[in-house]
């Protein structure tokens, strides 16, 4: 019972946040331009100074984990590689893309930081399981999604500038990077920064959240169902059921572990379902994969955290 309490403690403040974010978009608080602010504001500034707090007042060599940072990006391109493999199995070429981003394109920013601030009290391993992850994320993104569609996009030099650019000017990758530099030099925080760069960061959470909730379009699960559900089991259960496993065997435990969790097991980004847009793409598929995941990580992710917390591994 001890354990059960533990993972809900974990993960139900978490989805309240969310639920109060659609019930606020039900009695008028919130509408779709402010939800869509909210977000921006959530992914430019105050997310970006959660990282840089969390990782500038850490002791650089201490905080740094090359090893780490190399097996998330390879378990990542695991994950991607066995998605790309179930999409080819779909006679219907026009969702094998969306199907392949969907599959692993895990919202590990945002929710994977509100579940181990909740249990740790900072973002622990995330920013470093981030910076393994997110770069990859978009690179795969725009193969993916150029690749896999009927009427097959031109991979020129314009669209590889231009997704090397997004990864380079990403506020996430900017924050985690400034944190890291600021760390590794060692420069005293005046506590005028300090104080604001705590106040900002302490939005992310509660308005990321919110907003996710706010945006959540129960309707749109119900899209391309057959494909969604199997794209979501694979999301929420299959790539954590391969490779769980193998981070115990590699020794990793407490953050590293739930930063790994939430990097397999967490809900699809919503960004999935705009790139997807932007790139010529229907959009129903990533759309119904965002809303089921959302939906029923609340539990999986609580198993998985029972289980990790049952077994004395977190």
């Known amino acids: 019972m001890g354990n059960l309490i533990f993972a809900l403690n974990a993960t139900v403040p978490v989805f309240i946040l969310m639920l109060l974010g659609m019930w606020f978009r039900k009695v008028g608080l919130f509408d779709e331009h402010m939800t869509g602010k909210l977000n921006q ?3 430019k500034v105050s997310l970006p100074a959660l990282l840089f707090r969390d990782l500038a007042g850490e002791n650089f060599y201490e905080a740094w984990d090359g090893k780490f940072v190399l097996f998330c990006f390879l378990v990542t391109l695991l994950s991607i590689l066995i ?3 179930v999409a080819l199995l779909w006679k219907d070429a026009s969702i094998r893309g969306e199907f392949v981003q969907a599959s692993y394109r895990s919202s590990a920013a945002l929710l994977g930081i509100a579940f181990i601030e909740n249990i740790y009290g900072n973002a622990g391993m995330a920013p470093l399981m981030i910076i393994g992850t997110v770069p990859l994320y978009n690179i795969v993104a725009v193969l993916a999604l150029c ?3 009927p009427e097959r996009g031109q991979l020129d030099r314009k669209l590889l500038l231009q997704t090397g650019k997004g990864i380079l000017t990403n506020p996430i990758i900017l924050g985690i990077a400034v944190g890291l530099l ?3 030099l060692q ?3 005046p506590v005028i920064l300090s104080k604001t760069v705590n106040n900002i960061a302490a939005l992310t959470t509660p308005l990321g959240l919110m907003a996710m909730g706010a945006a959540f379009e129960y309707r749109k ?5 057959k494909p969604a559900l199997i794209c979501t089991v694979l ?4 790539f954590c059921a391969i490779f769980l496993p193998l981070a115990v065997r590699f020794g990793y435990r407490k953050e590293q572990l739930v930063a790994i969790l939430v990097m397999l097991g967490s809900a699809t980004t919503v960004s999935s379902y705009i790139m997807a847009k932007n790139m010529g793409h229907e959009g129903t598929l990533s759309s119904s994969v965002v809303m089921l995941t959302t939906f029923f990580s609340a539990f999986t992710l609580t198993g998985w955290l029972y ?4 077994l004395a591994l977190i």
Do not use: C, N, R, Y
């Not at 999301?235 to 299959?238: F, V």
């Open 41 to 43: 504001f959530v992914f």
């Open 147 to 149: 690749l896999l569609k």
């Open 235 to 238: 999301k929420l259960i299959g």
């Open 221 to 225: 699960a119900f899209a391309k169902v």
């Open 182 to 184: 600021w760390s590794l």
């Open 307 to 310: 289980m990790l917390k049952s």
């Open 83 to 85: 998605a790309f493999g």
């Open 187 to 189: 420069i005293p925080q």
